[in-house]
């Protein structure tokens, strides 16, 4: 999917490219599950391969790996084409959702095996020594004669880690490796994979399905859909400048009303919606009249007000969150849309609560118009 202006293998200037796909397919029979991949990666970079099951992103991560062979296009690593290269010659090491641990070895024999298999071999006071050092980077140091059914899976996960870092990769995929945790353990990971990765300066790329896990961690997110690159960007661009409804529905949540432009003024447009209401907004690409559009408008940014002008809403829902309010509230001619409140705002001027009548607004600044595919 080509976009005026956009090019999914650009880097900022300076940035060293450590792997890269060029026009890249692969078909798995009459299934085209990447296409036309086009996607340069930084060296130290943390980048993240996000979107739903089938969209081509774990196809993407395992040519990267060398499980698959592309069957259009090259793959690079460091700038050499590697489609014919065995996965175990590539400077790449992978950490998979279920960890692939072998539970008859203690910790250090699970860290250490790929060292093991190094030829020549390494001497064995060598290996213990790396061994040592990759379970002080994962903060597990002292647990080397743990059997792996001993340990926890948040433990098990950074087992996982020191194993694919001891051999200084160039590359580190992860393949969905937080999915198996509970919410709590889940977030811990997600700093402490952060924090590795800037410690030990290694790319990593991360597939994964989950939005807040991709926004909270990457540098940089690819949204894939279809086997194709939708849009890629730091994952504030991408929450502020979706580049259509897709991205905006995938990352972080939207509330979108459909309609059609009937005017363009520099940088607001006006749109039609289909119940027959105008409203203004600020397109993220050129929009033409006639055009349909989805308006996109983030809950937060929409305020609640016990007393105003214009048509009125109600309160549906209410669910207290902690740090906000989540509320569903039913529009007289918008229909139903989520909105949060922060908490500062509920403890200033007091929550709604379920049947309460008000008024809704939000600036035009914040309805984004989107291309509604």
């Known amino acids: 999917m080509k976009h005026e202006g956009y090019d999914a293998s650009t880097l900022a200037a300076g940035q060293k490219t450590i792997a890269e796909f060029r026009n890249v397919s692969k078909r798995f029979g009459s299934v085209l ?6 996607l340069r990666i930084a060296k130290g970079e943390f980048l993240s391969f996000l979107g739903p099951s089938g969209c081509g992103k774990t196809t993407a991560l395992r040519m990267l790996a060398g499980f698959e062979a592309p069957s259009e ?7 050499e084409v590697v489609n014919n ?3 175990h010659r590539r400077p790449v090491n992978m950490v998979f959702q279920h960890y692939a641990l ?3 070895m203690t910790v250090a024999q699970n860290i250490g095996y790929g060292l ?13 020594e790396k061994v ?3 379970l002080d980077v994962v903060r597990l140091g002292g647990f080397e004669t743990r059997r792996i059914w001993e340990m926890s899976g948040g433990q098990q996960q950074r087992v996982a880690l020191a194993r694919a870092i001891i051999n200084e990769p160039k590359l580190l995929l992860l393949d969905e490796p937080l999915a198996a945790l509970d919410r709590k353990l889940r977030k811990e990971m997600q700093i402490e994979l952060q924090n590795l990765q800037r410690q030990l300066g290694i790319t990593f790329v991360l597939v994964t399905h989950d939005q807040e896990e991709a926004l909270s961690m990457s540098d940089r997110i690819c949204v894939m859909k279809d086997g194709r690159i939708v849009q890629v960007g730091s994952p504030q661009e991408l929450y502020d400048r979706p580049r259509n409804r897709y991205v905006a529905g995938f990352v972080g949540t939207s509330n979108f009303f459909d309609g059609k432009v009937t005017k363009v003024t520099g940088t607001r447009a006006s749109v039609r919606l289909e119940n027959g209401d105008e409203v203004e907004g600020s397109p993220v690409s050129q929009v033409s009249v006639g055009q349909s559009v989805s308006i996109s408008v983030r809950p937060e940014q929409i305020k609640l007000h016990r007393s105003g002008d214009g048509a009125t809403a109600r309160v549906l829902n209410r669910i207290f969150l902690g740090e906000h309010t989540e509320y569903l509230v039913k529009h007289d001619t918008l229909g139903e849309f989520l909105v949060l409140s922060p908490r500062q705002s509920e403890l200033n001027d007091g929550p709604f609560n379920t049947g309460d009548v008000l008024f809704a607004s939000w600036e035009a600044s914040a309805a984004l118009v989107l291309d509604s595919k």
């Open 33 to 38: 599950a990447a296409n036309d991949l086009n």
């Open 73 to 79: 296009g090259d793959v690079l690593l460091d700038g």
């Open 85 to 87: 290269l065995d996965a």
């Open 102 to 104: 072998f539970p008859h």
């Open 116 to 128: 093991k298999q190094q030829r020549p071999r390494l001497p064995k006071n060598l290996i213990a």
């Open 132 to 134: 040592s050092k990759a």
